[in-house]
């Protein structure tokens, strides 16, 4: 049995590991069967809290492709033990993420949560559910304001969690604007009592 973390770990990586000297720490985790291969609690927590992800494909020559995948915090959700979901929504219309998957299946998931600087990596087979109109509902994120196109299922095969190390830490428009109004409430307030404590102050003057 190979270890799962031979997905990314080839021959040729593992030569270049041992070369530079990262090979033993490695193999350790390849000793304990490599990546994780199952959707886990921790997992599905993980998806519930970003609303960032790239899908990366591949065509038929070779040519890899990544595109961006978002919406709300949690739009990427369980289907099964061993299945995520999401739906595609309308967009310019270049479809090659679709017609990279009808040639080559292998796919791969890079998750991002920039404010919590944590990403998670996942390889796997993805394919195009069209016409599907009960899992699109099930899996449609409520009252976003996009238009359905499709769903996108993708079986995962292996999956390991990156260091937090160069993430740019960053908020969501939404989010900081909560933040910025609740100073500014907080300095209103403030400011407030204040003044009601100088207008005390100067009444109580000789």
């Known amino acids: 049995m190979h270890p799962a973390s031979d997905i990314a770990f080839t021959p040729t990586v593992k030569a270049?590991?041992?070369?530079?000297g990262s090979r033993d720490s490695y193999a350790r985790i390849e000793q304990r069967g490599g990546f994780r291969t199952a959707v886990t609690a921790d997992l599905i927590e993980f998806l519930g809290e970003i609303d960032t992800a790239y899908l990366a494909t591949t065509n038929s020559l070779g040519q890899?492709?990544?595109?961006?995948?978002g919406g709300p915090k949690g739009f990427i959700r369980q289907v099964d033990e061993q299945t995520l979901g999401f739906v595609d929504y309308a967009?310019?219309?270049?479809?090659v993420t679709t017609g990279n998957l009808a040639d080559n299946d292998k796919a791969f998931l890079f998750l991002m949560d920039?404010?919590?600087?944590?990403?998670?990596?996942?390889?796997?087979?993805?394919?195009?559910?069209?016409?599907?109109?009960?899992?699109?509902?099930?899996l449609m994120p409520d009252d976003y304001p996009a238009r359905p196109e499709?769903?996108?299922?993708?079986?995962?095969?292996?999956?390991?969690?990156n260091c937090p190390q160069h993430i740019p830490q960053k908020l969501n428009a939404s989010e900081a604007a909560g933040l910025v109004?609740?100073?500014?409430?907080?300095?209103?307030?403030?400011?407030?009592?204040?003044h009601r404590l100088r207008q005390q102050l100067e009444r109580h003057e000789p």
Request: aromatic share 8%; no cysteine.
């Open 16 to 20: 270049l590991q041992a070369a530079r």
């Open 64 to 69: 890899p492709y990544a595109q961006h995948r």
């Open 91 to 95: 967009g310019n219309r270049q479809y």
């Open 114 to 138: 920039y404010a919590h600087r944590r990403r998670i990596k996942l390889w796997g087979r993805a394919r195009v559910v069209a016409g599907d109109a009960a899992l699109i509902e099930r």
């Open 150 to 161: 499709q769903v996108i299922l993708f079986t995962v095969v292996a999956w390991d969690v």
């Open 181 to 194: 109004a609740d100073l500014r409430a907080r300095i209103t307030s403030l400011e407030a009592d204040n």
